[in-house]
């Protein structure tokens, strides 16, 4: 076996041999550019580098033998090492929400560049941390730096990112970041019960600033905004950053949210190349909180250095939520800058509790019910609280043999709904749900 793995490797074709029959001359004196490749480039440079490659009807794509070669490889090595040719090696990375594409891991291109010829590398090293890498050769410097330009042009110029919600994530094999798309369940108007005036100072902070971000940019005025929105758990807050992402359409939105809040100067450089972006950060105080006892002190620098060193003309805005805006470093919520407007979400008032029956109760026949004493009783609820009130209803109406399309409610389904959410879930559901009547009293 040995000695026939040594004849295959006599028999195979050294990657140098294809390198300088392309380029027609030794290459000693030709001239290489590199550039790392950024997540966010990388499904982008390849629809460029097979745009290219389509072009050129001498065009080829080889791979190259990884035997011994642990990290990036370079252009010299191909050159100068016994380095065979090998099957390219391919990854499937997602173009869209629905669609993949098949993105080089590693290969040569050999190409042409204005009737010159070039040779493009593409790198990507097994060891973590180290990125992968874009080389370029030319016989000359200024060709090798006019074609590194061209391709990372049309690199930027039209990213398949653009418009999306996406988020970043630390491949957990290779250790490299990733750019996922998400999708944002799209969020009617209707759907946010809230004062009307909260409503319209928000959309004028968000939508309105995006609407008319010209004319303001022309006054000399920023069109950079950060707003945090705070309140009692299931008030809406969600619901809001949801509606605002589904009216902006063309604009990029950047999730930050878990494991990916350790990120984000990348999501922030990212939001800085696809603007107009929305950067939506929730429970912003499990990052943010008052640096006394803060836990991720680099992550909150890394939030307020990014929020500062974005500039005026940034069309970006930071959308922060929190339950607990008194824990927020004041560095981070009391400065103009990177927390412009604080806007709190209140608990439902009369007028919106009757809001939020109509709402969720779409699909079920609330007639039979005291509408009225069910609005009072619910006094100090969140929404979130109401919703499952009446999805508990609908189940309890179901176990005593309702089927009837709207499902019929009785005070009776509610009541035991009500019992069961409030005494049976004990203090954590009264506190997730938003309930406050402490002095609710089971029947019997």
């Known amino acids: 076996m040995a000695q026939g793995g040594w004849f295959w490797r006599r028999k195979q074709k050294l ?38 490659l389509a072009a050129d009807p001498a065009g080829q794509l080889i791979g190259y033998s990884r035997e011994a070669i642990f990290g990036n490889i370079s252009i010299a090595q191909l050159l100068h090492d016994d380095i065979g040719q090998a099957p390219v090696q391919r990854q499937q990375v997602a173009s869209s929400p629905e669609e993949t594409l098949d993105c080089v891991l590693r290969g040569v291109y050999l190409l042409r560049f204005q009737g010159k010829p070039i040779v493009v590398l593409l790198s990507n090293p097994d060891m973590r941390f180290e990125p992968p890498v874009l080389e370029l050769l030319a016989h000359d410097r200024p060709t090798a730096q006019k074609a590194m330009k061209q391709l990372l042009d049309e690199t930027n110029r039209s990213s398949v990112y653009k418009g999306r919600t996406i988020y970043l994530e630390e491949d957990e094999h290779s250790r490299q970041v990733q750019v996922r798309f998400h999708h944002l369940p799209p969020t009617p108007r209707e759907s946010l019960v809230l004062p009307e005036a909260i409503l319209h100072v928000i959309e004028r902070n968000v939508l309105g600033l995006f609407r008319h971000r010209e004319v303001l940019r022309r006054s000399g ?34 999730l930050l949210h878990g494991r990916q809040a350790g990120m984000i100067r990348e999501s922030c450089q990212i939001a800085r190349m696809l603007a107009p972006s929305l950067v939506l950060l929730e429970d912003v105080d499990l990052v943010g909180e008052d640096r006394t006892t803060n836990k991720c002190p ?70 039979a019910l005291d509408l009225d004493r069910w609005i009072a009783r619910t006094e100090g609820v ?15 109406a179901a176990e005593r043999g309702e089927s009837a399309e709207p499902l019929p409610l009785t005070d009776a389904d509610v009541d035991n709904a009500m019992e069961e959410l409030v005494c049976f879930g004990g203090e954590l559901t009264q506190k997730l749900l938003g309930f406050r009547q402490f002095g609710f009293a089971p029947r019997g």
């Open 15 to 52: 990657v140098r041999q294809f390198l300088t029959r392309h380029m027609g001359s030794a290459c000693d004196s030709a001239e290489t550019v590199a550039h790392t490749i950024r997540p966010i480039e990388r499904v982008n440079l390849q629809m460029v580098l097979d745009r290219w």
């Open 221 to 254: 005025r920023s069109t950079r905004q950060g707003l945090l929105l705070h309140g009692p758990p299931g008030t809406g807050k969600t619901l809001m950053l949801r509606y605002l992402a589904s009216s902006c359409p063309d604009h990029t939105v950047i």
């Open 298 to 367: 680099v992550v909150l620098q890394d939030l307020m250095d990014e929020m500062d060193g974005l500039g005026p003309k940034a069309d970006i805005v930071f959308l922060l939520t929190t339950n607990r805006p008194e824990a927020i470093e004041p560095a981070l919520s009391g400065r103009p800058g990177r927390i412009d407007q604080a806007i709190e979400f209140p608990l439902p008032d009369e007028d919106c509790r009757r809001r939020l029956f109509e709402l969720y109760g779409k699909g079920l026949d609330l007639s």
């Open 382 to 396: 969140s929404p979130a609280f109401i919703e499952e009130l009446l999805r508990k209803s609908a189940l309890m």
